[in-house]
């Protein structure tokens, strides 16, 4: 039996239009406090990037430049190892 297939988010209107090399101080900071407010509220780094029309690795590093720690890779671990 095939999993159902994820849902693809759409880019926010207030994001839309402003993934460009030539953004504004404002959009850069409000695309910063963005994506740190809904990483640690578990979003993941695939999702904010279709949320706000970016690529993954220009999200890692508005997530860097806010000075947001990342998560690692995968889900938690279910047991702590001896």
Request: aromatic fraction near 6%; charge should be positive; hydrophobic fraction near 35%.
């Amino acid at each position: 039996m095939p999993y159902p297939g994820r849902q693809v988010l759409d880019v926010l209107p207030e994001f839309v239009g402003t993934a460009s090399t030539r953004q504004t101080a404002e959009q850069r900071a409000r695309l910063l406090e963005f994506c740190a407010e809904h990483y640690a509220a578990g979003r993941s780094i695939h999702e904010l990037a279709e949320m706000t029309g970016r690529t993954q690795s220009a999200v890692r590093r508005a997530l860097d430049q806010a000075g947001v720690r990342r998560r690692g890779r995968g889900a938690p671990p279910m047991y702590e190892p001896h």
